[in-house]
C-alpha cells in the first residue's frame, strides 16, 4: 500500500523455484495442444471463445435483418428466429464472455500478475479447457440435430423449454442441458485453480492489497461463480430429468397440445428462482474482470495510480456480496409473492453506491493525469460511457414499480446489451490492445486500432440507446413480428431498420479488428518487453511473450502496490512493482 | 480536441434524443399514472448523473490529455471526497427508491371493491371469463379440460354455472371501476400485457397471479403476449375495450354463460348419475 515506508526493507531474498514443481513439455503435442501452461491454455480459451462468439455475433445479425425488415428474408421464419436469440444469447453470456473473461484473461494474467510460475494445478487447468471445449461442440451440434438448437430463451423457463409448441424440444434442449452441465465442470476445474493461485502462489512481497485490481476483479467473480454456477447446475440437471424422465421437478399439471400431460406437482417458479440465483451473479461475474482491467487500463495509460484502490477493492468485494442478494429483481412480474418487492428493489438500488463509486473513481483517476489516448485507453473511456449508460437504466428496472410496464420489451433487451454486452465487450477489446504486445511481442496497428474503436463504440451506442425508446414506447422482446397494433407507429419501424443497418456495419467491421490481430501476429512493430511502461509484474517477465515458467531462475519480489505511477522525484513516471527502495533511490539521486 | 469533444457530445446528443425523437410511451388508460411520475423522476436523476460524468470525463480528457512535459498528479485517495460522493449517490438512490416502493404498495393492495375478471392463456390465445349474477366465479382445474369446456370450470361448482366465459373474443371493461385481473395459464408461461395499462403480470400454470387497474378511460386497446410461450408467442393477440357503464352493460347481455354453452353435458351428467343408481 502507499502507506508503507520503504526505507526499513534492506533488500529481500528472492525466492527460488525448485525444478521439479513445473511439468515440462516434451513434444509439440504437450507444448501447444495438451498444454499445461497457462498461457497456451489461456490463447485456447480466447481463439474458442472467439470462434464461438463469432457464430453468436452471425446469429444476431439473422435476427436483426427480420427484424430490421420484416417479410423480406424468406429463409427466417418464426421457429428460427427464436433459436437465433436464444443461441446468440446463452453462446454471448456463457460461452463467451464468461469464458473470455476468466479462461482466458484469468489464465494469462493471473500467474504472471501475482509472481507465480503457473496456476497451482496445471494438468486440472488443462482439463478445463478440453471440458470447455467439449461443451461448445456439444452446443454447436445443435445447429444439426433433428429439430434443430433449442427456441426456449436464453432463460430456458419451463414449461415451453421441453413442451412440442416450442422449437428444439427433441434434441436442443437435452444437448443445451448438457452442454450447460460441462461447461460447468469445467469452469469448476478451472475456478478451484485460480482462487487457489491468487491465495497460494503470490509470490514474496505480493500481499492482497497490493494486487493490480484485475486480479481483485478475476478473484471476485471467480469466487462468485463458484457459488452461482451450483444454483445453474441443479437446475440444468432437474430440467434435463423433467424433459428426459418425465419427473416434474419444475412442471404442473398442464395441457400440451390439447391433451393433458403426465406432468403434475411442479413448479415453474423454482427453476426461474434457481436460474436467477446463478443468472444475476453471472452479471457481475462478466462485469466485476471487466471493472478490474478497466481500472489498471485506465492507471496505467493516464500515468496516474488508480484513484482510491483500497475503496475500489472493497466496492468489487461488496458487489460481489450483494450480487448474490438481488436475483429475484429478474422476476417482479412472474408471479411470485408480491411482498418480495421490497426487499429485492432495496438490495438492488443499493448495488449502485458501490458501483457509482467504481465510476466516481474511474473519471478521478483521469482528473490531473497525464491521458496518452492510446486505443486501450480509447476503449476505457468507451467502456465508462456504456457502462454508466446501461447501469442507470438498471436504476429503472430494478425499482420494482418501474419494472412493471418495462420489463419484457425492447427497453431491458437495450439495457442488459448496454451494460453486459458492450460495455465488457469494450473492456476485453481494450484488453486485446494492451495486452497483445505481452502475448506475442508485437504491437497491433495504430490507426486500424483507432478506427476500429470508433465504428465499434459509435455504433454500438446507435443501436442501442435508441432501443430504450422502442421499449418505453412498449414494444415486446422476443417478437418474430409485430403485426398489427394500434399504439405502435412507423417511425418505429423505421427504427428498427436503422438499428439494423448499424447491426450489420459495426459487425462486419470487425473484420478489420480480425485483419489486425493477424496480420500484427506477423508484420506488427516489435513492442520489447514493457511498451506502455507498466508497473504491474507481467510486464517485467526477462522474456517477451513470457517462457514458460514465467520467471527465468528467481521470482520477482514485490516492494510496493501495482499503481507507482508518476511518484513525485522519482526519475521515471513509473515504478515497477518489483524494483527494490534502494533502486528507486538511486533513481531520486540522479534526478536530483 | 476531438476525443473530448466527440464524448460530450455522445452526452449532448443522448438528451437531444430523450427530448425530441418521436418515441415514447402510449397515453396511459388507468390508474397507473403513478408508475409514469415513478420513471420521470428517476429519467431526471439518472439523466443528471449520466450527463455529469461524461462531461467531467470529456473535461478531464480535453483538460489532461498528453502533452511534452506533462506528468500526472500523485494523489493515491481523498476520504473525503469519496465519503461525500458515496453520500450523495445514497441520496439519489432513496430519491428513486422512496418513490417506488410506495407505488409498488399501491401495486400490490387491490381495493376492496374491485370487481374481479379472470383471463386464460394458452398456446396461442386468450380466454377471459366475468363472475355472473352471483358475483363470485367458479372453481376450476386443468384435468377439467374438455372440448365443451376449455377454461376447465369444475361442473359441481354453483359459482360456475352463472360465470361469462368468452372465447375467442374480446374483453369488455367498464371505465372508472376498478378490477382485479386474475391470470391463469393452462400450459405454458404467458403475460397478460396492455401497454396503455402499464399493468403486467405474468400467468404460470398451476398458479393464480393477478394485477388490478382502474380504467380512466375508453377505448379499444391491443392485448399482447410479454412472456415468450413458444412458436407463435408473436400472434397471441386480443383486444381490451373500456366501455361506458351503459355500452359495458349492453355488452355484458349478450355474452353466454358456463350453463348456456355446455347445457348437454349437464344433462349427460345427470343421465350417468341416474344410470348409476
Not at chain 1, 272 to 292: K, M, N, S, T
Not at chain 1, 510 to 517: E, G, R, S
Request: charged share 10%; hydrophobic share 50%; proline share 6%.
Amino acid at each position: 500500500m502507499v502507506d508503507i515506508p520503504y526505507e526499513g526493507i534492506e533488500g529481500i531474498p528472492p525466492a527460488e523455484v525448485p525444478d521439479v514443481e513445473l511439468y515440462h513439455p516434451r513434444s509439440w503435442w504437450t507444448r501447444y495442444v495438451f498444454s499445461q501452461d497457462a498461457k497456451v491454455i489461456a490463447v485456447q480459451y480466447s481463439l474458442t471463445a472467439t470462434a464461438i462468439g463469432l457464430v453468436a455475433l452471425v446469429l444476431s445479425w439473422l435476427m436483426r435483418l427480420q427484424l430490421g425488415f420484416p417479410g423480406t428474408f424468406s429463409f427466417i421464419d418464426a421457429n428460427q428466429y427464436l433459436q437465433f436469440i436464444t443461441m446468440h444469447g446463452m453462446i454471448m453470456v456463457i460461452y463467451l464472455l464468461t469464458a473470455l473473461f476468466l479462461g482466458g484473461f484469468g489464465n494469462y494474467l493471473i500467474p504472471l500478475m501475482v509472481g507465480a510460475r503457473d496456476m497451482v494445478f496445471p494438468y486440472v487447468n488443462m482439463l478445463s479447457y478440453w471440458v470447455y471445449l467439449l461443451a461448445v461442440l456439444v452446443l454447436a451440434s445443435t445447429f444439426f440435430v433433428p429439430g434443430g438448437p433449442t427456441g426456449a430463451g436464453w432463460t430456458l423457463y419451463p414449461p415451453q423449454a421441453i413442451l412440442s409448441g416450442t422449437p428444439g424440444q427433441d434434441w436442443g434442449i437435452v444437448l443445451m442441458m448438457s452442454s450447460l452441465i460441462l461447461f460447468i465442470i469445467g469452469f469448476t476445474m478451472g475456478g478451484l485453480n485460480y482462487v487457489v493461485t491468487v491465495l497460494q502462489a503470490r509470490t514474496r512481497g505480493m500481499t492482497l492489497m497490493r494486487l493490480p485490481l484485475t486480479v481483485w476483479g478475476i478473484f471476485t467473480a471467480t469466487v462468485m461463480a463458484l457459488l452461482a454456477f451450483p444454483a445453474l447446475f441443479v437446475a440444468s440437471v432437474m430440467l434435463l430429468l423433467d424433459r428426459l424422465l418425465g419427473t416434474s421437478f419444475f412442471m404442473p399439471s398442464l395441457v400440451e397440445m390439447g391433451q393433458l400431460s403426465k406432468y403434475g406437482g411442479g413448479s415453474p417458479l423454482l427453476f426461474q428462482h434457481l436460474f436467477w440465483f446463478f443468472g444475476h451473479p453471472e452479471v457481475y461475474i462478466v462485469a466485476l474482470p471487466a471493472f478490474g482491467i478497466v481500472s489498471d487500463l485506465i492507471s496505467t495509460h493516464a500515468r496516474k495510480n488508480i484513484f482510491g484502490y483500497r475503496m475500489m477493492v472493497w466496492a468489487i468485494v461488496a458487489i460481489g456480496a450483494l450480487s448474490f442478494i438481488v436475483w429475484a429483481h429478474h422476476m417482479y412480474v412472474s408471479g411470485m409473492f408480491p411482498q418480495f418487492g421490497y426487499f429485492f428493489a432495496t438490495t438492488t438500488l443499493i448495488i449502485a453506491i458501490p458501483t457509482a463509486i467504481k465510476v466516481y473513481n474511474w473519471v478521478l483517476t483521469l482528473w490531473r493525469g497525464d491521458i496518452h489516448l492510446r486505443v486501450p485507453m480509447l476503449f476505457a473511456l468507451g467502456f465508462i460511457i456504456t457502462f454508466v449508460n446501461g447501469g442507470l437504466t438498471g436504476l429503472f428496472l430494478g425499482n420494482v414499480v418501474v419494472d412493471v410496464p418495462l420489463s419484457d420489451t425492447m427497453f431491458v433487451v437495450a439495457h442488459f446489451h448496454m451494460v453486459m454486452g458492450v460495455a465488457p465487450i469494450m473492456v476485453v477489446l481494450g484488453a486485446i490492445y494492451h495486452w497483445y504486445p505481452k502475448v506475442t511481442g508485437r504491437m497491433l496497428n495504430d490507426t486500424l486500432g483507432k478506427f476500429h474503436f470508433w465504428v465499434t463504440f459509435l455504433g454500438a451506442y446507435l443501436i442501442f440507446f435508441p432501443m430504450h425508446y422502442l421499449g418505453l414506447l412498449g414494444v415486446p422482446r422476443r417478437y418474430f413480428e409485430l403485426g398489427d397494433t394500434s399504439f405502435i407507429p412507423s417511425s418505429a419501424y423505421s427504427l428498427n431498420a436503422f438499428i439494423s443497418v448499424v447491426a450489420l456495419t459495426v459487425g462486419f467491421s470487425q473484420i478489420v479488428f480480425l485483419f489486425n490481430l493477424a496480420w500484427s501476429l506477423f508484420k506488427g512493430e516489435a513492442s520489447g518487453g514493457n511498451p506502455w511502461r507498466a508497473t504491474t509484474l507481467e510486464w517485467q517477465t526477462p522474456e517477451t511473450p513470457p517462457g514458460h515458467g514465467n520467471w527465468g531462475k528467481e521470482l520477482p519480489v514485490v516492494y510496493r502496490w501495482a499503481y507507482d505511477y508518476s511518484v513525485p522525484g522519482a526519475a521515471e513516471d513509473f515504478i515497477p512493482q518489483n524494483q527494490p527502495p534502494r533502486a528507486t533511490q538511486l533513481v531520486q539521486g540522479a534526478a536530483s | 480536441m476531438a476525443v473530448a469533444l466527440i464524448l460530450l457530445l455522445v452526452a449532448i446528443g443522448s438528451v437531444l434524443f430523450h427530448i425530441y425523437s418521436p418515441w415514447w410511451w402510449t397515453p396511459i388508460a388507468t390508474n397507473w399514472a403513478y408508475i409514469d411520475h415513478t420513471i420521470n423522476i428517476t429519467f431526471w436523476i439518472t439523466g443528471f448523473v449520466f450527463v455529469a460524468v461524461i462531461a467531467f470525463m470529456a473535461y478531464c480528457v480535453f483538460r489532461f490529455h498528453h502533452k511534452e512535459g506533462r506528468r500526472a498528479d500523485y494523489n493515491p485517495e481523498n476520504k473525503r471526497l469519496e465519503w461525500w460522493l458515496s453520500v450523495g449517490t445514497g441520496v439519489g438512490v432513496a430519491a428513486m427508491l422512496a418513490p417506488g416502493l410506495v407505488v409498488w404498495h399501491q401495486f400490490v393492495t387491490v381495493p376492496a371493491d374491485a370487481t374481479e375478471v379472470e383471463v386464460m392463456g394458452q398456446q396461442w390465445q386468450w380466454s377471459f371469463r366475468l363472475p355472473g349474477k352471483d358475483g363470485r366465479l367458479g372453481t376450476s382445474d386443468v384435468r377439467n379440460i374438455a372440448p365443451d369446456n376449455p377454461m376447465g370450470l369444475n361442473r359441481d361448482d354453483a359459482h360456475a354455472q352463472d360465470d361469462v366465459v368468452i372465447e375467442n373474443g374480446d374483453l369488455h371493461l367498464q371505465v372508472g371501476k376498478p378490477v382485479k385481473v386474475l391470470l391463469r395459464s393452462v400450459d405454458v408461461l404467458h403475460d397478460f400485457y396492455v401497454p396503455e395499462f402499464r399493468a403486467k403480470m405474468d400467468m404460470v400454470p398451476g398458479m393464480v397471479t393477478y394485477f388490478w387497474i382502474t380504467p380512466i378511460r375508453t377505448g379499444t386497446f391491443d392485448v399482447l403476449c410479454a412472456e415468450l410461450c413458444g412458436a407463435a408467442h408473436y400472434q397471441m393477440r386480443a383486444k381490451v375495450i373500456v366501455d361506458e357503464e351503459r355500452e359495458y352493460h349492453a355488452w355484458l347481455e349478450q355474452q353466454k354463460t358456463f350453463a348456456e354453452l355446455s347445457p348437454a353435458r349437464a344433462v349427460v351428467k345427470a343421465t350417468y348419475q341416474s344410470g348409476g343408481k
